[in-house]
């Protein structure tokens, strides 16, 4: 049971410390924690498209029933965020959900997502972790159902209740990676009337040997196809579909920083409300929201931090800069599927350049990015406190007017810059970012992060 362990968004492994018995474990300490919070209601099981992920899947519904709870598993592999919209609409106890999100296909995870579609807070994870046991099973006649239902075509009729849009004339085109988006995030786009080019929408467990991750590198396809289709767009999920990514013809692969502050400006022509971003997500956000009288509120990162602050303060959107992102009115889990129809949205009222060139040059250029320095797990909390210790009094030519201890060490300089040195809760790794005016100011930024910090691991 050592080997079990729930970290940022659940546990994963590789797939020879991933096994079936390590995994009803995990279903048994669900069954526990349902039973002692006092939840009675059916169980959703989902899973992504790994080849693992359906045999987890029943192993975890076998489970659950034998502790007599009903299960509803979905006729396929879904996006993460299809299983917690279920969750809410159907009134069910909560879900597990088999997903390694954007890891290789020699890696499998298990998350739980409780009765309100959010992500589980740290409370809930640890008493799920202080329950690990092997699994016992009630008697047959005490045993609940197992059935399969469409999960999908629920969570498609919402998203086109909360983007009311016509897509006719608009061209995206569509990367799945081989995800669980693939049938889904385009479908949804074409109900809407868009055009939809689609790339690697084939059922691949291997990704096409890649990682289901939109990132710059892994999207040169989708770049290459906007162009040659003249497309207003290009949408891509990670494997699981709960973050998306976009492609416009100008820009290329969009910064997820300012597909956020084009997402919220959208939503300002409408509607009203906060903002609720993370430490490492761009003040661009800050300055859009100051413009229409309205407020930010920073949470660590992580998108269950983000959730309970939209939950806290009604937000408008909430969101983090690795892709994920909700909206009032959905489920406070970040949603690939219903980003890629809000995006399209967005791009049928204004080319989507056209839009972010206007805010930039309203709001000020913005520009971001990060870099990762080797630490391990064992050694964070050390290098953290030494870091406290070791801040200096300017970084990179500019002094410090502020440090943000929110979640690691976030340094507020005085051109309006900043840096951020946190510990990645999935890798390794501690993260280094960095926010300026240019690119220049960017890289001296990020070499002087990676000098405060490397010393220290």
Known sequence: MDAISFGTDGWRATLDTFTDDRVRIVGQAVADYLRDEGFDDPVLVGYDARESSPGFAESLAEVLSGNGFDVILPERDCPTPVTAYNIVDRGCSGALMLTASHNPPEYNGVKFIPSDGAPALPEVTEQIEANLREPEYLPKEGR??????????????????????????????????????????????????????????????????????PSAENLVGLEEAVEEHDADLGVANDGDADRVAFVTPERGKLDENLFFAALYDYLLESDAGPAVRTVSTTFLIDRIAEAHGEEVFETPVGFKWVAQGMKEHDALVGGEESGGFSIRGHIREKDGVLMGLLGAAIASEDPFDARVDRLLEEHGDIVADKISVDCPDSEKERVLSDLESELPETVAGQGIAKVVTLDGFKLLLDDGSWLLVRPSGTEPVLRVYAEAGSHERIEKLLEAGRDLVEPLV
């Open 144 to 213: 609940g159902e197992i059935r399969r239902e469409d999960l999908v075509s629920v969570h498609a009729e919402h998203a086109r209740s909360l983007v009311d849009a016509d897509l006719s004339g608009v061209t995206v085109v569509y990367d799945a990676i081989h995800g669980s988006g693939r049938g889904v995030t385009d479908a949804l786009l074409e109900s809407a009337g868009a055009e939809v080019i689609r790339l690697r929408c084939a059922d691949d467990p291997t990704f096409g040997g890649a990682h289901p991750e």
